[in-house]
Structures are given as C-alpha cells and as structure tokens.
C-alpha cells in the first residue's frame, strides 16, 4: 500500500501562478525518485454534469510512495536540496495523515533532528 504525502509550496508574495510553478519544477525532481506518482493536488469534486474534474490547488503536490524510511527520506532529501537552491524564504510544508513539518533551506542539527524524527513517526520505525 502506498504512502500519500502531501507537499505545500509557500513563497511570500508568491501569487497562485507562481507557486504553480514553483510547484511544477520541485515535481519535476520529485519524478526522479522511486516515488508511484507525483501530481498537483486536487481539491473538491466536479458539480455534477460538468466536464472537468476536481480543481488542482496551486502550490500543493500529492505524492504516492511505497511505505518506508527510505521513500520518506528520499523526498525529503530533495526537498531540502531544492529548497537550499533556491536562496529565498521559500518553504515547503510536508503533511502525511494530518502530521505536519514544515521544511526551509535553513541548515543546523535541530531540523536535522526534526526530520528524522518525523521520517521515522510515517516510516514505521521507532522513534
């Protein structure tokens, strides 16, 4: 069974056409991974008759992993790296079952630690 991790881009000042994109280019890393799917996340249900589907929330990705700390970590490895690129105040709030870490290209042992931790909580493993 698969693990359903959703990301969130927030830039400040960022508009929804931005953070669109944004969201489209840390995908396109994402892909690289072992991951099942990587898309835009999608919000509601179409009103019945209509042809389109439910409507894609600018900024948010839905990932679906394999279960694991390897899966897990991997996303967040890339996450991070993209985030120290993009030398802004951009994050990137991860959610797995209503648990939330928000990630910033900001470095030190207590994100570390944070991370870990919370890789480990959707991994199965001990914390």
Do not use: C, N
């Amino acid at each position: 069974m698969a693990e359903d991790v959703r990301l969130e881009v927030v830039e400040a000042e960022a508009d929804e056409d931005q953070l669109e994109v944004l969201a489209l280019l840390l995908r396109q890393e994402l892909l690289m991974l072992d991951v099942d799917s990587v898309e835009p996340y999608q919000e509601g249900t179409a009103p019945e008759g209509s042809k389109g589907g439910p409507a894609a929330v600018a900024g948010l990705l839905s990932v679906s992993v394999a279960p694991g700390l390897q899966a897990l970590g991997s996303i967040i490895v890339v996450i991070r790296e993209w985030l120290r690129r993009s030398g802004s105040v951009r994050t990137v709030k991860v959610t797995i079952d209503g648990d939330v870490i928000e990630l910033s290209g900001a470095t030190g042992e207590l994100q570390q630690q944070l991370v870990d931790a919370f890789v480990r909580r959707h991994a199965g493993a001990d914390v």
